[in-house]
């Protein structure tokens, strides 16, 4: 399936296809275009629109874009995947950072993505996909109640280790 988006992605249009790779659409296609263009390639490619101005997925109801696309798929029933919409949340809505602290750190490494790799937004895609697995493992362990990563990874993602590192 194909999805698109605005072009020169930074946090959520990163955490977004990180997503819908891993718990909706492992297949997933993203084309990352013009904002004046999106709902026309949404149309002519038969992709889905995801945060850009007035799309279902997109900033509504005050949620960003990876918060509604957990609503729209049922996958508010994972804590760690819903903690980690607060993280994002944070760092996507700069008037809002004050719901997770963790946001304030995720906007800079995001940031520095963005200058570092302009508007290559597949590759920033690439290199920040194991860093979005790093914080679903960390949510994962903040959302279990003992501090430990929980048995199994995201889809095709292995199980961080427990105990015995720093």
Known sequence: ??????????????????L???FVDPQAEFLFVPPEQVNEVARREGATPFDAEGVELGHVGGRCSFESILLKFGLTGDPALVRLGNVIHAADITAEAHVSPEGRGLKAIASGFRLLHGRDDHLKLRLET???????????AETSGDGAPAASGAPGVPAAPRGGGS
């Open 20 to 22: 819908i790779r891993r």
């Open 1 to 18: 399936m194909k999805w698109v988006t605005r072009e020169n992605a930074a946090v959520d249009r990163i955490a977004c296809p990180w």
């Open 130 to 140: 194991p860093m979005y697995d790093a914080l679903y493992a960390w949510a994962q």
